[in-house]
């Protein structure tokens, strides 16, 4: 018999997209063949705790970890062991739960997508799903992204940075600065995050001071950018050296732009897919994508969306994202399934990259000389 793959199914995060996580990993565990893995479930709650056990989902949907017990990963390789941590009599004892062969970090946002969980696993020598720490600092970083794009033109919109600190020494700066962009409307984002929390469109400078301030709340750099009276396309990618990309689609928010309630709540946003544009639009959107992901050494999945302008029919690269949502509605696994790759092939490929990935890896000498 073939012998199952150990895989650690990670879960939650200490994010504001934490909720998203537990929406994406239920999808995900729910296609997972118990022929061919032996799944470990593993649960980071909000304030960074792993836990474990025999349901973790459940258990963070109740928001609860009872029943749970604390593990830890060593950041040492050799061995990607799972340990269990427990307390008696006043004394921490440690245990071996399990040895993992490959992990699946399905966490959205900081502290899962941005490249601190992928230097661990780097660290630990351990396999795991998605972009490596390059890819996912850079893709979660919307200015630095935007910055590597326009380095390889790729279109993007015009767009500035600004920190907590910035706020807070001069707002009025800040002001004049976004006001310079563009004129209204303009997005804010927290630079290092994703679906869409802290995003507003600021139509006049009430609104931008109120969106600065809200985005402030999420990350130390906040994005203020151009708005573009846009349609919205997205297209996966998937792959390692040789990426490949899926036919595109496009969403139809039902709020004024893809916001968090647009995306996970209300339903009633439309979804195209293939996008109805032409020939020449969709081979440009696949190959800008590809080229976006191969631009930040993305790997096993992204993500790619852009904006196309209503008005001068003009594509821009918005934004990519190295671990896109997995939920049952969302557009990554639909437009694959779409381009005839169903949702549990598509996990086996992301978790078949993930191993080709560490076997590359290893391939790098770690010392000098003979």
């Known amino acids: 018999m073939t012998k199952k793959i ?44 792993w836990w474990s056990g025999n349901d973790v989902i459940s258990a963070f949907e109740k928001h609860t970890t009872a029943g749970l017990y604390r593990v830890f990963l060593l950041p040492e390789p050799g061995t990607a062991m799972l340990f269990k941590r427990e307390a008696s009599n006043g004394k921490e004892t440690i245990a071996p739960v399990a040895e993992l062969d490959v992990v699946f970090p399905e966490l959205h946002g900081t502290f899962g997508e941005d490249g601190t969980l992928q230097g661990f696993f780097e660290m630990a020598d351990v396999a795991y799903v998605g972009a490596g720490v390059l890819g996912s600092s850079v893709g979660m970083d919307k200015g630095v992204f935007k910055d590597v794009m326009r380095a390889n033109n790729i279109p993007v919109v015009d767009w500035l940075i600004c920190t907590r600190k910035d706020i807070d020494t001069d707002m009025n700066a800040v002001v004049s600065r976004a006001e310079k962009i563009a004129p209204y ?32 709340r999420y990350d130390r750099r906040i994005l203020i950018e151009k708005g573009v009276n846009a349609r919205e396309i997205e297209v996966s990618v998937l792959g390692n050296e040789n990426p490949r990309a899926s036919v595109p689609g496009e969403i139809k928010p039902s709020d004024e732009f893809y916001s968090y309630n647009a995306k996970y709540i209300d339903g009633r946003s439309e979804l195209f897919i293939p996008a109805p544009i032409s020939d020449d639009l969709i081979k440009q959107v696949q190959d800008l994508a590809v080229k976006s992901y191969k631009a930040i050494d993305c790997a096993g999945m992204a993500r790619v969306d852009f904006l196309l302008d209503r008005d001068t029919d003009k594509l821009y690269l918005n934004e990519i994202n190295t671990i896109p949502g997995f939920t049952s509605i969302s557009m990554y696994p639909k437009l694959w399934e779409a381009s005839g790759l169903p949702y549990a092939r598509l996990v086996d490929e992301l978790i078949d990259l993930a191993l080709e990935r560490k076997a590359e890896r290893s391939k790098s000498k770690r010392t000098f000389g003979d």
């Open 185 to 216: 409307p303009l997005f804010i984002k927290p630079a290092n995050l994703g679906s869409s929390v802290g995003i507003s469109k600021a139509k006049n400078r009430p609104d931008l001071l109120k969106g600065i301030l809200d985005a402030a």
């Open 6 to 49: 150990r895989l650690g199914v990670i879960l939650g995060g200490r994010s504001g997209e934490h909720e998203v996580s537990l929406m994406s990993s239920r999808s995900v565990l729910s296609v997972l063949n118990p022929d061919k893995y032996d799944v470990v479930q593993i649960g980071i709650d909000h304030e960074g705790i």
